[in-house]
């Protein structure tokens, strides 16, 4: 039998990780992970917030344009109002966005707590053709500012939530609280005042977003009736 001493020697220096090292390995692969992992946490979360205020700010450039496409569209009838603002809801009357023939809409604006969250909410009648049918939009418009059924709640959309709103009136040079304004009786009843409210030159929106929305703080959106021309 042949010994070879120089290759035992070489085998008997080669040796393994002790557990020591393997712990150390374990707890330094461990710690990167963890580090790796919330790093990617905070991308996501990141992530989600991003979108989260690009939707909020969507949703609200889509009710302000609302707004003002209902404004525009304001609808002149006679013997029936086609504004007002009872201090709770702007009700406005007003002609279909497809074809004259599609009739009128009743629409309104309010502030109402639905749930835990208080939203700017807009209500839409369906298409009206008569006198009698817009005067019943027109009362059920304004109950649903004020205190709505189940039936008036199915005809609202939720636009954005928000913390206060105001709105005024520019009549004869100088903006103005609408209920301060004596130009027309107005009341929530068109049969006990059928004189059409004089429609402003122009309205002013307020509104008061609240901090965790994308865009917080007091917002002012200015309205001018079509055809006014040049002036304030």
Excluded: C
């Excluded at 979108?51 to 302000?64: C, E, N, P, R, Y």
């Amino acid at each position: 039998m042949v010994f070879y001493p120089s290759r035992w020697r070489t085998g008997a220096q080669q040796r393994g990780f002790t557990l020591v090292e393997l712990l150390v390995a374990l707890a330094l692969m461990a710690m990167m992970a963890a580090l790796s992992w919330r790093g990617l946490d905070g991308m996501v979360g990141a992530q989600k917030r991003l979108s989260q205020h690009a939707d909020d700010v969507l949703t609200l450039q889509t009710g302000l344009a609302q707004w003002s496409a209902d404004l525009d569209a304001l609808a002149i009838q006679p013997n029936m109002p086609s504004m007002d603002w009872d201090g709770r809801a702007l009700r406005l009357l007003r002609r279909g966005s497809q074809s004259p023939s599609e009739g009128l809409y009743m629409v309104a604006w309010a502030q109402r707590r639905v749930g835990n969250t208080v939203y700017w909410l807009r209500w839409q009648s369906p298409a009206l053709y008569t006198r009698a049918q817009m005067l019943s939009a027109w009362s059920q418009a304004a109950r649903w500012g004020q205190n709505p059924s189940d039936a008036d709640r199915s005809l609202e959309v939720r636009i954005t939530p928000l913390a206060s709103w105001q709105v005024f009136f520019y009549r004869s040079g100088a903006w103005s609280n609408p209920l301060s304004s004596g130009d027309a009786a107005t009341s929530t009843s068109p049969k006990a005042a059928p004189n059409t409210t004089m429609v402003p030159d122009g309205v002013r929106l307020l509104l008061t977003l609240p901090p965790d929305l994308a865009l917080s703080g007091l917002l002012t959106r200015d309205w001018a009736r079509p055809g006014l021309g040049a002036g304030p």
